[in-house]
């Protein structure tokens, strides 16, 4: 899969299929999708291109963004794709300018100058250019004019990627890691950078790795521990990973992502670490003593163990 970041040096696309989303998560609906999008390029002997956004449409558009919970970062948006079977990712940059481009500019000065479509496969709900004011009609108007051919979505399949997208956060909201990882289709990710912390894990013998996110809006899931899998530079490790405030060490209130993996005494500070939950083990809890604690994770970790050996 080739992946462009923005519209300068795009090559000629061969017999380009076309379709345009957000495709957040990426989950079992708009996979299906996709895969009937590879299918439809390879009947016209052409090549399957995605045309995605970055930032999400949502944080440029909406006044309420901070209330915005994505379900994928950009780069594990790209990753999840690379396993669809997808040829061509274009990211194109969402900007205020490129939201208030009318609908014929976009069909004609976005579209057509810059991907030279063959096919465009879309939903029959899509909108875009200013106000929303294109939509699926419309480029049946155009179709004829600038030589492409226009297939729809079906309205079914509209409305189940939108359940499918509202479970996965249900499923996530509710700490229920493999009700998300089966809609999703995969272990539901999270990924960041390993930062200082109080190293209080440390103390008791279970360091951590404190992890800030690479997307502020990334949707965290449910306060809890669960069972992971953790990628470092190209090893994996297992491990578990507590979500909340630390009740028992902690007075700040502040919520936190600590992933301790086993075996493992490297210094990882500053690096990116990327984490596949697996299982949701029990939830955060407060306990009475630092010796509770301990005699806790000792049986949190035997759990993860069983679960992820």
């Given at each position: 899969?080739r992946?462009?970041?923005?519209?300068?040096?795009?090559p000629a696309?061969?017999?380009?299929?076309?379709?345009?989303g957000?495709?957040?998560?990426?989950?079992?609906?708009?996979?299906?999708?996709?895969?009937?999008?590879a299918?439809r390029?390879?009947?016209?002997?052409g090549?399957?291109?995605?045309?995605?956004?970055?930032p999400?449409?949502?944080?440029?558009?909406?006044?309420?963004?901070?209330?915005?919970?994505?379900l994928?970062?950009?780069?594990e948006?790209?990753?999840?794709?690379?396993?669809?079977?997808?040829?061509?990712?274009?990211?194109?940059?969402?900007?205020?300018?490129?939201?208030n481009?009318?609908?014929?500019?976009?069909?004609?000065?976005?579209?057509?100058t810059?991907?030279?479509?063959?096919?465009?496969?879309i939903?029959?709900?899509?909108?875009?250019?200013y106000?929303?004011?294109?939509?699926?009609?419309?480029?049946?108007k155009?179709?004829?004019?600038?030589?492409?051919?226009?297939?729809?979505?079906?309205?079914?399949?509209i409305q189940?990627?939108?359940i499918?997208s509202?479970?996965v956060?249900e499923?996530?909201?509710?700490?229920?890691?493999?009700k998300?990882?089966?809609?999703?289709?995969?272990?539901?990710?999270?990924?960041?950078?390993?930062?200082?912390?109080?190293?209080r894990?440390?103390?008791?013998?279970?360091?951590?790795?404190n992890?800030?996110?690479?997307?502020?809006?990334?949707?965290?899931?449910?306060?809890g521990?669960?069972a992971i899998?953790?990628?470092?530079n190209?090893?994996?490790?297992?491990g578990?990973m507590?979500?909340?405030?630390?009740?028992?060490?902690?007075?700040?209130?502040?919520?936190?992502?600590?992933a301790?993996?086993?075996?493992?005494h490297?210094?990882?500070?500053?690096?990116?670490?990327?984490i596949?939950?697996m299982?949701r083990?029990r939830?955060?809890?407060?306990?009475?003593?630092?010796?509770a604690?301990?005699?806790?994770?000792?049986q949190d970790?035997?759990?993860?163990?069983?679960?992820?050996?």
């Amino acid at each position: 899969m080739r992946v462009f970041h923005g519209l300068t040096d795009l090559p000629a696309f061969r017999n380009a299929v076309i379709t345009i989303g957000t495709f957040d998560g990426v989950h079992i609906g708009h996979q299906a999708i996709l895969e009937k999008l590879a299918q439809r390029a390879r009947e016209v002997g052409g090549e399957s291109v995605l045309i995605t956004f970055d930032p999400h449409p949502r944080l440029v558009l909406s006044q309420q963004n901070a209330s915005v919970e994505l379900l994928s970062s950009l780069a594990e948006k790209l990753e999840a794709l690379s396993h669809v079977g997808i040829d061509n990712v274009v990211v194109v940059p969402f900007t205020p300018a490129f939201a208030n481009m009318s609908a014929s500019s976009y069909v004609r000065d976005f579209l057509i100058t810059h991907f030279h479509p063959h096919t465009f496969i879309i939903g029959y709900d899509h909108r875009f250019g200013y106000k929303r004011e294109g939509n699926f009609h419309l480029l049946e108007k155009l179709k004829t004019e600038y030589d492409f051919l226009l297939e729809e979505i079906p309205v079914q399949e509209i409305q189940d990627l939108a359940i499918s997208s509202t479970r996965v956060r249900e499923a996530l909201h509710q700490g229920n890691i493999s009700k998300a990882n089966d809609y999703l289709g995969r272990p539901y990710t999270l990924r960041g950078l390993v930062v200082h912390g109080e190293q209080r894990g440390r103390r008791i013998g279970y360091p951590t790795a404190n992890i800030v996110c690479d997307d502020i809006h990334k949707l965290i899931p449910a306060n809890g521990v669960y069972a992971i899998r953790a990628w470092v530079n190209t090893k994996t490790y297992i491990g578990m990973m507590n979500i909340g405030i630390r009740p028992t060490v902690s007075h700040a209130n502040k919520r936190s992502v600590e992933a301790h993996l086993f075996d493992f005494h490297d210094n990882i500070y500053g690096e990116t670490l990327r984490i596949e939950m697996m299982q949701r083990l029990r939830d955060e809890q407060k306990f009475d003593s630092i010796d509770a604690l301990r005699a806790q994770l000792d049986q949190d970790k035997s759990q993860a163990q069983e679960v992820l050996l």
